[in-house]
């Protein structure tokens, strides 16, 4: 039997993107003839029963938006076990057939969980820190990562004005992917990740050193927050080198913005796929990419998977920085 009412929501930390994938989960389901609800606040909405139907005026003019229409949360009560019963109850009482989540590796965990209930469920990644496991590439890192570029060029005209050291902190919480990838994309003097121990004199004094003696009189230091505070590394330049460093902390902005065309095309096509697997009775699925085009796989795998290191990014920023 064809499905022919499913939901959509987004959770966790909201990304880029995540709109124009909204849009295309209802295009696709309104192409199939299937009714598509909006639940709202990712799963506190299932749990409370907080859909709206979603229609095309619903979604027009929302593929160029940032954020998320349907508002998205880290719901405590999704996490445990009565929630969960909640949230699939009244998926068998509005008579939801599926559900597409949008989000990142939480997301992913409550899904299973939705699943394990009886749900049909698949996962879209979307999250700027891109941490995935399973994919290289999820909605939201690309804008936030050009955000993140765009702001950097603008400190780093200030800086070469003034002939300072700057210390910049991006997201990522306990991932350096994007920290990595911004920090090749502004020709960062040194860059700082959770992945790699550091070694400040090594790893940024010495970088910073090299940098003077070969004539460079600014210097860009790159920080994932989770490889540690701005203002602390900055104190640390302060007392090694006697430079007055500025901190700046990009922040929530690096969340916001018109997401980029990748992550609209990207959005747009995981939204199609969602609906395809659901419409093919699958469940417990993630889409993750795969060599250029996109798979789906289960989701207790793609959590379980490891990271892998971004290797080449590394050893590209060793032959980069400190010259
Ligand atoms: O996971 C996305 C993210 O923006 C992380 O980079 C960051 O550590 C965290 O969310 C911030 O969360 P909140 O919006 O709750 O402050």
Redesign the pocket.
């Known amino acids: 039997m064809g499905i022919k009412r499913i939901g959509v929501l987004t959770s966790?930390?909201d990304?880029p993107g995540m709109n124009a994938a909204v849009r295309a989960v209802l295009r696709t389901a309104l192409y199939h003839g299937i009714e598509c609800y909006g639940i709202l606040r990712g799963y506190n909405g299932l749990i409370n029963a907080d859909v709206i139907r979603l229609d095309e005026k619903r979604v027009s003019h929302i593929i160029n938006r940032g954020g998320t229409v349907l508002y998205t949360a880290?719901s405590k009560e999704f996490m445990t076990e009565e929630g969960q019963k909640k949230a699939a109850s009244t998926c068998k009482f509005l008579g939801l057939d599926g559900i597409v989540a949008i989000g990142?590796d939480g997301t992913f965990r409550g899904a299973q969980a939705l699943s394990k209930c009886g749900v049909n469920v698949v996962c879209i990644p979307a999250?700027?820190?891109n941490d995935i496991c399973c994919t290289n590439y999820s909605i939201g890192f690309d804008t936030a990562a050009n955000t993140a570029i765009d702001c950097i060029d603008k400190l780093r005209d200030t800086m070469q004005s003034h002939e300072r050291c700057s210390v910049v902190e991006v997201?990522?919480?306990n991932a350096g992917y994007?920290a990595m990838y911004v920090g090749l994309a502004v020709g960062a003097t040194a860059v700082l990740v959770p992945e790699s121990p550091i070694d400040l004199q090594k790893d940024v004094v010495e970088k910073i050193r090299q940098a003077r003696l070969n004539g460079f009189t600014h210097y860009m230091i790159v920080v994932a927050?989770g490889a540690g505070s701005a203002s602390d590394i900055a104190n640390q330049i302060h007392d090694a080198l006697d430079l007055d460093p500025r901190v700046t902390v990009l922040g929530?902005i690096?969340?916001g913005g018109t997401p980029t065309a990748r992550d609209r095309v990207n959005a747009t096509k995981m939204g199609y796929l969602a609906v395809e697997l659901l419409r093919a009775g699958k469940t417990n699925r993630v889409i993750c990419t795969d060599q250029g085009g996109f798979v789906d796989i289960d989701i207790s795998e793609g959590l379980s998977r490891q990271k892998l290191p971004l290797q080449l990014e590394a050893d590209v920023l060793a032959a980069m920085t400190g010259i």
């Open positions: 966790g930390g990304a880290r990142g999250t700027i820190d997201m990522g919480r994007l927050e929530h690096q969340r």
